[in-house]
């Protein structure tokens, strides 16, 4: 299955049903699968071309006039996967009253890195691919319907809006320390699918109670 139906299946078990995908890039393609999957009861998936060159925050402003006046959404890349507790996440986005709630999560490298006493060089140890000690966007947000009015055809979400939101106060992270993994690669993508295979993928979240739209 693509990403994109992993990560629609993350969100329907933990009981979302309504989903827009702001689509560009072999938007026909992913339409046809969309249109062609038979989806979890309940569940409406609809495509919306945004165009090729728009870029993230202006997708989704392409789709205000289709949120129906939510006052909260949910917003994610459709190329990662994680463990997430999205319950959570929302109960931390409406606990701390910022219009912004942007998931973070400390990656493992992709390299091993080499233990150095500094002052002589010498090699103490190794460590095969730890975690970074620097959070980054993981890509699961919550946000108030006020954000829209940070973007505009133009935007890139990870820039000025964000930007300006965290320069007004109105953006907060959530500290993800469970499973997180992206595909940005080929190898990623391998990774991901031999995870898949072994029959218990870490990101596969067992059904919970419905959210309703």
């Given amino acids: 299955m693509p990403i994109v139906w992993h990560v629609i299946q993350l969100y329907a078990a933990q009981g979302f049903r309504r989903f827009l995908l702001a689509t560009g890039y072999k938007g026909e ?3 046809r699968f969309v ?3 038979e989806w979890p009861a309940g569940v409406r998936v609809e495509c919306v071309d945004t165009g090729l060159q728009v870029q993230t925050g202006g997708r989704i402003k392409l789709l205000e006039s289709l949120l129906d006046g939510e006052a909260i959404f949910c917003v994610t890349y459709a190329d990662g996967v994680a463990d997430i507790d999205l319950h959570a996440l929302l109960d931390f986005h409406a606990g701390h009253g ?3 709630t942007m998931t973070v ?15 002589d060089s010498r090699v103490l140890g190794f460590r095969e691919k730890p975690r970074s000690e620097y ?3 993981g890509g699961f947000f919550c946000f108030q319907s006020g954000v829209l009015d940070y973007l505009d055809r133009d935007s890139v979400l990870e820039r000025a809006p964000l930007e300006q939101l965290a320069a007004q106060d ?3 992270a959530y500290r993800h320390e469970g499973f997180w ?3 940005d690669t080929y190898k990623d993508a391998v990774a991901l699918e031999d995870l898949w295979a072994s029959g218990e993928p870490p990101w596969r979240v067992r059904r919970v109670a419905r959210l309703g739209e």
Avoid: Y
Avoid at 105 to 119: A, M, N
């Fill in 170 to 172: 109105e953006l907060r």
């Fill in 35 to 37: 249109t062609t999957h």
């Fill in 29 to 31: 393609l992913i339409e």
């Fill in 181 to 183: 993994k992206c595909m």
């Fill in 98 to 100: 910022a219009l912004a």
């Fill in 105 to 119: 999560v400390r990656p493992e490298l992709q390299f091993g890195v080499t233990e150095l006493d500094i002052s």
């Fill in 135 to 137: 959070w980054i966007n």
